[in-house]
């Protein structure tokens, strides 16, 4: 019998991504997507594909409840961009309490890596990361007996599509220009790889649902060694020039200086995520092989 899973943010880059994998295996799998726009191009693909479409507000808790009804699983994950000021917590909450009520048996939530070292709180955190943080450790607080059968925690790292959309070279020179430190290290991965994580995640939950963490980390690279990468597979002579944070933020956000600060400190604090990630997908798509892929930087 086909389960029932329910994804928000569809539309989404991770939650695409999971729909994605799901519809590899629709044999297996319900399918019901959470969007605000049912009209959307993405959306009205899926609809053709069989996916139940349902637009639903996030931030109403009884909406959520009745998106929910009758899910196995959801896949849940919030927008801090997205959210006005404190709303993507009440957001995460709002799915939460509403997975509850409707007694959905598996709840996967999408969070970052180590979020054990903001603890140590040094510096102005990335409230995303706060956000995410708090509600992680507000799951795992709840009695087991009145929450759900199987959680999984997300970690996901940084996407190898940041690099084509803000994360970008200065053109003139081919020049990454940021505050990362030498020696940070930043956990990357092809975002299109969360769906078949989430996927085996979903298909064995005696093995990924009791509360565990999951990584989604293809390798743990300095700003050096992604330039390296770059050079031997496009043949273009791109360097990384560190900035300092109050250089970085004449041009960027205070919250992605924040978040990029973030891997000089904690960056890599468990030097096995990759190796963790490649336990339940050892396909995993490694920078060299999205680099040759997209023709990133050749054209």
């Not at 496009?234 to 992605?256: C, G, N």
Request: some cysteine; charged content about 25%.
């Amino acid at each position: 019998m086909r389960r029932l899973i329910v994804v928000v943010g569809a539309d989404g880059r991770q939650g695409s991504s999971v729909i994605e994998a799901l519809l590899e295996y629709s044999d297996k799998w319900h399918i019901r997507g959470i969007t605000e726009d049912l009209t959307s191009t993405y959306s009205q693909e899926l609809i053709r594909r069989g996916v139940h479409m349902v637009k639903c507000n996030i931030n109403n808790r009884e909406e959520c409840c009745l998106a929910f009804t009758g899910a196995y699983g959801v896949f849940a994950i919030t927008n801090y961009w997205n959210a006005t000021d404190g709303g993507e917590y009440e957001q995460a909450f709002n799915l939460i309490e509403a997975a509850r009520k409707v007694n959905v048996q598996h709840f996967i939530t999408s969070g970052i890596p180590d979020t054990a070292a903001f603890e140590k709180n040094q510096f102005d955190l990335p409230l995303h990361s706060i956000n995410k943080t708090q509600l992680e450790n507000y799951i795992r607080r709840l009695p087991s007996d009145s929450t759900f059968v199987h959680v999984t925690f997300i970690h996901a790292g940084f996407y190898y599509q940041n690099f084509i959309t803000f994360f970008v070279p200065y053109t003139e020179n081919i020049e990454f220009r940021y505050p990362i430190l030498s020696y940070g290290r930043i956990p990357i991965y092809d975002v299109r790889d969360t769906g078949k994580i989430v996927r085996v995640c979903f298909e064995h939950p005696e093995r990924w649902g009791h509360r565990q963490t999951v990584p989604i980390v293809a390798e743990q690279l300095t700003m050096e060694e992604i330039c390296k990468t770059i050079r031997e597979v496009s043949e273009q002579d791109i360097q990384f020039i560190p900035l300092s944070y109050d250089e970085a933020l004449v041009k960027l956000h205070r919250e992605t200086v924040n978040n990029l600060r973030w891997y000089n400190e904690f960056g890599s604090t468990d030097e096995r995520q990759a190796e963790k990630t490649k336990e339940i997908y050892p396909k995993i798509k490694t920078f060299v092989e999205w680099v040759r892929e997209t023709q990133w930087l050749m054209e």
